[in-house]
């Protein structure tokens, strides 16, 4: 690797990019980047989704995932990569009008898993 070229991040187990904690979106651009094969196409829509529908979005990658909230520290989404898919966590995912289908250990939370060729699942 010549000096010129950026270090690429690790990819944890199941292919989660290692991206360093930080705020903004430039961070979350790094982590979207780095997210391997087809999962980089889905993290580029889902974050050019969230941008379009909420204009002021705060984001952070935090646990090695991006954040997607209204204010700091009141997060709506997340996601990560895993080997087959790439998993959203809705926060307040009970509240949705239709509500992810995978429940979670905590009351309000819910999963939405993702994989390639996905035609069940619709994200606009």
């Not at 010129?4 to 705020?23: F, R, T």
């Not at 935090?62 to 790439?86: A, I, M």
């Not at 307040?92 to 429940?103: C, H, K, N, Q, Y």
Request: glycine share 8%.
């Amino acid at each position: 690797m010549s000096a010129a070229e950026p270090e690429k991040p690790n990819l944890l187990s199941g292919g989660n990019p290692q991206i360093p904690k930080g705020e903004g979106d430039a961070p979350v651009q790094a982590y979207i980047a780095a997210m391997p094969g087809w999962k980089r196409d889905l993290g580029e829509h889902i974050d050019r989704r969230i941008s379009e529908v909420v204009p002021d979005v705060q984001k952070a990658v935090k646990g090695n995932q991006p954040f997607y909230g209204t204010e700091p520290d009141s997060w709506f989404l997340t996601y990560r990569c895993f080997t087959h898919d790439v998993k959203s966590t809705f926060f307040r995912g009970t509240s949705l009008d239709t509500t992810p289908p995978e429940s979670s250990r905590h009351p309000e939370q819910r999963h939405l898993g993702i994989r390639e060729h996905d035609t069940s699942t619709t994200i606009d």
